[in-house]
């Protein structure tokens, strides 16, 4: 037969072990919301940067395009 005490004890281990892994789902969770931050941060990153060359490559081919001279080919 339990004790008292030992019924105490279990139920004092339970809700311990019940907290650990409670804390450590959060963590995972947290951890995951983390990994999901950063890959939305590379992923904005790489489209602010693709913006930014394909901006550039387009006033470099319309400054090209502005100053290139003109080859009149009935000349």
Same mark, same amino acid.
């Given at each position: 037969?339990?004790?008292?005490?030992?019924?105490? /004890?279990?139920?004092? /281990? $339970?809700?311990?072990?019940l907290e650990v892994t409670m804390? /450590?789902?959060?963590?995972?969770?947290?951890?995951?919301? @983390?990994?999901?931050? %950063?890959?939305?941060?590379?992923? &904005?990153?790489? %489209?602010? @940067?693709?913006?930014?060359?394909?901006?550039?490559?387009?006033?470099?081919?319309?400054? $090209? &395009?502005?100053?290139?001279?003109?080859?009149?080919?009935?000349?």
């Amino acid at each position: 037969m339990c004790d008292r005490n030992q019924i105490v /004890v279990h139920k004092s /281990v $339970m809700q311990k072990n019940l907290e650990v892994t409670m804390l /450590v789902e959060n963590k995972t969770k947290s951890a995951n919301y @983390l990994r999901i931050i %950063a890959l939305l941060k590379h992923l &904005l990153a790489n %489209a602010l @940067l693709s913006f930014a060359f394909s901006k550039s490559e387009f006033d470099a081919n319309k400054k $090209m &395009l502005f100053f290139s001279p003109v080859v009149d080919a009935d000349l």
